[in-house]
């Protein structure tokens, strides 16, 4: 199993940037691939950035060129570094990871960007 906690939401100005940290514990070593999602009201859940096992990494379209997710293998954290912040970026980011095809989730950290 593993345990995700994530760090980092807040609120912040349309222009502005936010880290988002996701810190693993458990059975880290099996990990093959995590990322970010996010949920605004009264919408889907949606993929935000991600890495899979092979290095590849992908991203929303939305997000290309703003938000960008990084790795600290010996802190065990993926990161999630993101520049000028929209107010449609407002949401709740969730940490994921896969581990033996079973998705483990993040509690949620809130993001609100205002205009």
């Known amino acids: 199993q593993v345990q995700l906690v994530e760090t980092g939401g807040g609120l912040v100005q349309a222009g502005g940037s936010l880290r988002l940290s996701c810190a693993a514990s458990g059975s880290t070593f099996s990990i093959d691939a995590s990322g970010w999602y996010r949920q605004a009201p009264g919408k889907q859940r949606e993929l935000v950035a991600g890495?899979?096992?092979?290095?590849?990494?992908n991203y929303a379209d939305s997000v290309k060129g703003r938000i960008t997710i990084s790795r600290d293998n010996a802190k065990n954290t993926v990161y999630l570094q993101m520049n000028s912040l929209k107010p449609e970026d407002t949401a709740v980011y969730y940490c994921y990871a896969r581990l033996s095809g079973i998705i483990y989730w993040g509690q949620g950290t809130q993001v609100t960007v205002s205009s």
């Open positions: 890495w899979r096992s092979g290095g590849s990494t």
